[in-house]
């Protein structure tokens, strides 16, 4: 079972450890006592790095053991084995430390409160919870978490706990990695990813697969819009899955037999494209109770994910419609005559700029064989989306509520939102794998950036929109929104003086980049990785970001910045 991988490596593992050791000399130090010594890290696996904390100090403290058990949680290898020496065994045997990760700041308060008790008081700003579905707390949250303590051979050690663990953000970021698992949409045609945080290391391969057989994510599976290929009661024979020479080996029990060839096909599919992020994993092997189940079953993946976009700008000038090579622009594209005829202030193409959405004074149109079909003439209506089956998505800016969706037919299809309470909508887009919907809303003078799955009924129609969930803005007042890759959208927002550029990974975490110091941001388009964002200026620049620290003008004379689905 191939695996197509896609990752690239920033910095080489010996720069990556002499910065993790300069800095977990920090990680190591108490809030209410002397200097205790810092985890040792260690590659394991290629370049992940694994913290290798302190067992516990002869004759410590209550203090000192509660301290030491809670820095040596930041350590997964071998089943947390570090941080059971710190309980007792009967207790060690209980402890479930995979129930949820608790991420701090790493200012914590820990002190003995009785004669055999202990407290840890810390601030947690982000939750990790046991199917490694992750979650910022906002605003963050002050949390007391109690522990009693017994004698074991005259050293105390803690005989009840919390479950799970807490950890400091710059560990957090260390230890754990982000992984997609890939789930079935409402059709079964396209895979779509649902982000989840493992810990690095030879648990990884085992913590995905139990993650993926275990369904995704609440928000992502409302009302079937995604779901598992995998038969109900299907799991792990083993409870872990083995990794040699590269070979993944899934070994899945008796239910797994119930599936047709169609849904073998699928789950190994699934199995392929979730694994694929483990760097030491380039190939699958599916089992049933230890046979090859199917093996002449293929499970390339290449038919079930988008195709990334092409990366250069797609622009409209006055003279011109086309692809910005770096020196001109190529007007091949068989949509340049309808585009310089019409002018459009928006424009999404799909199916390889065979079919396009416009916006014109006169509303939102199909573009097609060279033709625009008018299809949507309400007024103040925004950029029209179109998503990878061919529907096109409209609504008016003040009338959050009265979004339709057309099919080439240009017949309208109400569609209900699950924004009713929105003043407003700012912008519209779709996932370029047709399964998520985005939109920037404004209520009561409040903006919000929100995400809903979405199910597909007879023909691939939109139907139904899932619960929204709230992702974060840029600081600012919002401007425009766009999604980078299937997992990552992003936003502009001013403050007046600047514009600033937020990326969001759905699931995960969110990153600040440089600001834009030079024009007016009026909108942004992303293609494949942060590197291709674009931003369009109201002077006619199309910026793109150079270098970390700065936003370049790249094209000039721009009217219009395509987005690519």
């Known amino acids: 079972m191939a695996i197509r991988k896609s990752v690239i490596k920033g910095i080489t593992l010996a720069v990556a450890m002499l910065t993790l050791l300069a800095l977990t000399a920090c990680s190591g130090i108490p809030r209410s006592s002397g200097?205790?010594?810092?985890?040792?890290?260690?590659?394991?696996?290629?370049?992940?790095?694994?913290f290798l904390p302190s067992g516990p100090v002869r004759n410590g403290s209550i203090e000192e053991i509660l301290r030491g058990f809670v820095e040596a949680s930041s350590s997964p290898v071998s089943d947390y084995a570090i941080a059971r020496?710190?309980?007792?065994?009967?207790?060690?045997?209980?402890?479930?430390?995979?129930?949820?990760?608790?991420?701090?700041?790493?200012?914590r308060t820990v002190m003995q409160t009785g004669d055999n008790s202990g407290e840890l008081v810390y601030t947690q700003n982000a939750l990790v919870d046991a199917q490694g579905n992750y979650s910022d707390v906002t605003p963050t949250l002050s949390v007391t978490n109690s522990y009693t303590f017994e004698q074991v051979d005259g050293q105390w050690r803690i005989s009840s706990a919390p479950n799970g663990v807490v950890m400091d953000r710059f560990t957090f970021d260390q230890v754990y990695q982000a992984h997609p698992l890939y789930f079935f949409d409402s059709t079964n045609s396209v895979l779509v990813p649902d982000v989840r945080f493992f810990p690095a290391g030879a648990s990884a391969s085992t913590r995905i697969t139990k993650a993926l057989?275990?369904?995704?994510?609440?928000?992502?599976?409302?009302?079937?819009?995604?779901?598992?290929?995998?038969?109900?009661g299907t799991a792990l024979v083993a409870d872990t899955v083995p990794v040699s020479r590269g070979t993944a080996t899934v070994d899945l029990n008796s239910a797994a037999l119930?599936?047709?060839?169609?849904?073998?096909?699928?789950?190994?599919?699934?199995?392929?494209?979730?694994?694929?992020?483990?760097?030491?994993?380039?190939?699958?092997?599916?089992?049933?109770?230890?046979?090859?189940?199917?093996?002449?079953i293929s499970s390339t993946v290449d038919s079930v994910l988008p195709k990334p976009v092409d990366s250069r700008p797609l622009v409209l000038t006055d003279k011109t419609f086309g692809y910005w090579t770096g020196t001109t622009v190529d007007t091949s594209t068989q949509l340049?005559?309808?585009?310089?005829?019409?002018?459009?202030?928006?424009?999404?193409?799909?199916?390889?700029?065979?079919?396009?959405?416009?916006?014109?004074?006169?509303?939102?149109?199909f573009v097609r064989n060279g033709n625009a079909q008018l299809v949507d003439t309400r007024s103040g209506l925004i950029a029209p989306a179109l998503d990878s089956f061919g529907y096109l998505w409209s609504v008016p800016a003040a009338q959050p509520n009265k979004l339709v969706v057309i099919p080439t037919d240009g017949k309208q299809i109400p569609l209900e939102v699950p924004w009713s309470t929105a003043d407003s909508i700012l912008s519209l887009s779709i996932s370029r794998d047709g399964t998520r919907v985005m939109a920037l809303?404004?209520?009561?003078?409040?903006?919000?950036?929100?995400?809903?799955?979405?199910?597909?009924?007879?023909?691939?129609?939109?139907?139904?929109?899932g619960a929204p969930v709230s992702l974060p803005l840029a600081a600012g007042t919002p401007i425009a929104s766009a999604w980078v890759d299937s997992t990552t959208v992003v936003s502009v927002s001013s403050d007046g003086a600047s514009s600033?550029?937020?990326?969001?990974?759905?699931?995960?975490?969110?990153?600040?980049?440089?600001?834009?110091?030079?024009?007016?941001?009026?909108?942004?388009?992303?293609?494949?990785?942060?590197?291709?964002?674009r931003i369009l200026t109201a002077e006619g620049n199309v910026l793109t970001q150079r270098s970390s620290a700065q936003w370049l003008s790249a094209v000039t004379g721009v009217k219009t910045l395509a987005v690519q689905q």
């Open 35 to 50: 200097v205790n010594q810092g985890s040792a890290v260690v590659p394991v696996e290629d370049d992940a790095i694994e």
């Open 85 to 107: 020496q710190f309980l007792t065994p009967e207790f060690a045997t209980e402890w479930d430390a995979t129930t949820a990760v608790n991420v701090d700041a790493g200012l």
């Open 213 to 232: 057989l275990a369904g995704p994510s609440e928000w992502l599976s409302a009302n079937g819009a995604t779901h598992t290929a995998f038969p109900a």
């Open 258 to 296: 119930s599936a047709d060839p169609t849904v073998i096909r699928q789950m190994k599919q699934q199995l392929s494209a979730s694994l694929q992020s483990v760097d030491n994993i380039t190939a699958v092997t599916m089992l049933v109770d230890g046979a090859t189940l199917n093996n002449a």
């Open 336 to 365: 340049a005559p309808t585009m310089l005829a019409q002018q459009p202030t928006a424009i999404t193409t799909s199916n390889g700029n065979v079919l396009a959405a416009i916006l014109t004074a006169q509303g939102s149109s």
């Open 441 to 465: 809303l404004e209520t009561n003078g409040s903006y919000q950036l929100v995400v809903s799955a979405l199910v597909r009924g007879e023909k691939s129609l939109p139907i139904q929109l």
């Open 500 to 533: 600033h550029v937020r990326t969001q990974v759905i699931g995960g975490q969110s990153e600040d980049l440089a600001k834009v110091t030079t024009g007016t941001p009026i909108s942004i388009v992303g293609a494949n990785t942060v590197a291709g964002i």
